[in-house]
């Protein structure tokens, strides 16, 4: 369940501006060069370099748009969300165009050309988590999708699917199309699953699967009283 709780906080993170950087929407913003249009609607522009602070959340890329109204950023070129967890786990991820409305708190970050973009988590004691999908939405600090191609992978688990949603209310990850395929490496419980849909919660710890499902489930507590 770990995969997707970065981006409960993508929209929802806000903090004072810094010192030595102009103040916008609640964050500092850094660029090499900065435009400002009032007619006919009032937008800043920001070319070079840009990067964007606001509490833990993080962003860059080659060039930037703010819309006053309706609040909305538009990103493109090497753009890059990163997001410190109170944990201390940093969460990286990489795509080429993104967009964001602060006022309905949904976002999308797209790759090159119709390629992938890259996750990475990096907890502060552990290798960390890596993975890459076609296409990332988020909507508020509740829901989270990545779709297309999913593949995510670590030293806790390994999935594929054609699309992975997190609802952070059920605090559950639902696996979905191209027959989604779930590997647990580690943990009390371990095991692989296949199916036409699968779902894990973290609390209760459970694991469903539906439609034509095939797996094996290892427990380790039920092994140790084996091997005894």
Do not use: C, N
Not at 1 to 25: E, K, Q
């Amino acid at each position: 369940m770990r995969l997707l709780h970065f981006l409960l906080a993508l929209a929802a993170a806000a903090a004072p501006p810094a010192d030595g950087g102009r103040g916008v929407v609640g964050g500092v913003v850094r660029s090499r060069e900065w435009v400002i249009r009032r007619a006919p609607r009032k937008e800043e522009e920001f070319i070079g370099d840009v990067s964007y602070r606001k509490g833990p959340s993080f962003m860059s890329a080659d060039w930037a748009l703010l819309r006053h109204e309706p609040q909305i950023w538009q990103a493109r070129g090497h753009v890059r969300l990163v997001h410190t967890l109170r944990s201390g786990d940093v969460i990286d991820v990489s795509g080429d165009r993104a967009e964001f409305d602060q006022k309905t708190g949904r976002g999308h970050l797209l790759g090159l050309s119709g390629g992938p973009i890259s996750y990475r988590r990096a907890p502060a004691d552990v290798p960390p988590d890596s993975g890459t999908a076609l296409r990332l939405d988020w909507e508020g600090s509740r829901r989270a999708r990545l779709s297309g191609e999913v593949h995510v992978w670590g030293p806790r688990l390994e999935l594929w699917a054609a699309q992975a949603d997190y609802d952070a209310d059920q605090d559950a990850l639902t696996l979905s199309g191209d027959r989604p395929t779930l590997r647990l490496i580690e943990g009390d419980w371990t095991g692989a699953v296949q199916a036409d849909v699968v779902v894990a919660r973290q609390k209760p710890d459970v694991l469903l699967a539906d439609g034509k499902t095939r797996g094996w489930i290892r427990f380790k507590e039920r092994l140790e009283k084996l091997a005894q």
